[in-house]
């Protein structure tokens, strides 16, 4: 006699991240639904069984189905899985919103802030969803080393312990090991505000600053996340976790980091489409700067390489003159 069937999940978003998380569940033995909003897409994810263009090479497990329908993706779903861009986040949670199951939870691996907001990613769902349980997942992950099954941890918020924990129940491999919070906020701003360095850390390595000035960015880069998410109300071992300094330390390092080759070619004298368009995938951080310039303002938050890497992407500001103007402000005590 047959057991239960696996709990079904609905993984919305069909990029590289995406899919990849979608291959991850179905390893572990999943029933999972990936969602396009693209049919030709998803046609070709269904016939070729491989995402060529973001995870060339590895083949998507039998337990995956690619689909374009997102009512069939969401049907009879325990957990929903967002995995799009910040600036289609609240336009896919208004198509699921008469869509999903009772039952459902739902989570999202996006890393951004609403455009034309600043909300955070759970402000947006608990306006558009209502009382859904909420959680989030984040932390240091590119997509083709999870789908090659290289060893990844990673940080699963929810204020549901028992959402935290099955998602995470969900998540976790032989190569995938995923840790729970209940802080959403706190690895919502890491998440968000580390792209942002990771452009900046970009453009000081494209104009050949070197190991020293890498490693002062990203310290001071922490210390601009501390005081933002100490303002909206993060925990600040969630920050120094993770989902922070973690995924801060790797977006900013290694060039499979799309805003760090963002800020790469900014600095080879590329402008932002242009860069865009050698990249070829979305770049969050783009986005997110100007929101998070926004919100240090709004809060009264010091965050000067932010308010540099705002200036090299919105006012046209080079990105030389955005590092001298880092360089020449007045010295102070490192902490305080």
Not at 71 to 96: D, I, K, Y
Not at 187 to 194: D, H, I, Q, S, T
Not at 226 to 255: F, H, I, N, S, W
Not at 302 to 310: F, G, N, S
């Amino acid at each position: 006699m047959a057991g239960p069937q696996p709990d079904k999940l609905g993984v919305l978003g069909a990029g590289s991240w995406g899919t990849a998380l979608a291959i991850l569940l179905a390893r572990n033995g999943l029933r999972v639904h990936l969602w396009s909003h693209l049919p030709e897409q998803a046609r070709r994810l269904a016939d070729e069984r491989c995402n060529a263009d973001y995870l060339p090479g590895i083949e998507l497990p039998d337990g995956l189905e690619p689909s374009a329908d997102l009512a069939a993706t969401l049907a009879g779903a325990r957990e929903v899985l967002v995995v799009v861009p910040s600036h289609a986040f609240r336009q896919v949670l208004t198509a699921v919103a008469p869509l999903l199951p009772p039952e459902a939870t739902l989570s999202w691996a996006t890393k951004g802030l609403e455009p034309g907001t600043g909300r955070l990613l759970h402000q947006v769902a608990r306006e558009v969803l209502g009382p859904v349980s909420l959680a989030v997942v984040s932390g240091p992950s590119f997509a083709g080393e999870v789908a090659r099954g290289l060893p990844t941890a990673i940080t699963v918020a929810s204020r549901e312990a028992e959402h935290a924990s099955r998602l995470a129940g969900y998540l976790h491999s032989d190569s995938f090991r995923p840790y729970t919070s209940d802080d959403l906020v706190g690895l919502e701003v890491g998440g968000a505000v580390k792209n942002v360095m990771a452009i900046a850390a970009g453009i000081s390595d494209g104009l050949g600053f070197g190991a020293n000035s890498r490693a002062a960015l990203i310290t001071r880069g922490l210390a601009e996340i501390m005081r933002l998410g100490r303002a909206l109300g993060a925990r600040p071992e969630t920050l120094m976790g993770l989902g922070g300094l973690g995924d801060l330390v790797l977006t900013c390092t290694d060039d499979q980091s799309r805003n760090r080759r963002m800020g790469l070619a900014l600095a080879r004298g590329l402008g932002v489409a242009a860069a865009r368009e050698e990249i070829g995938q979305e770049v969050e951080g783009v986005m997110t700067a100007r929101e998070i310039h926004r919100l240090a303002r709004e809060h009264g938050v010091e965050m000067p390489i932010t308010e540099q890497t705002y200036r090299v992407l919105y006012q046209g500001l080079e990105p030389e003159a955005a590092v001298r103007n880092l360089l020449r402000r007045a010295f102070r005590a490192e902490i305080g």
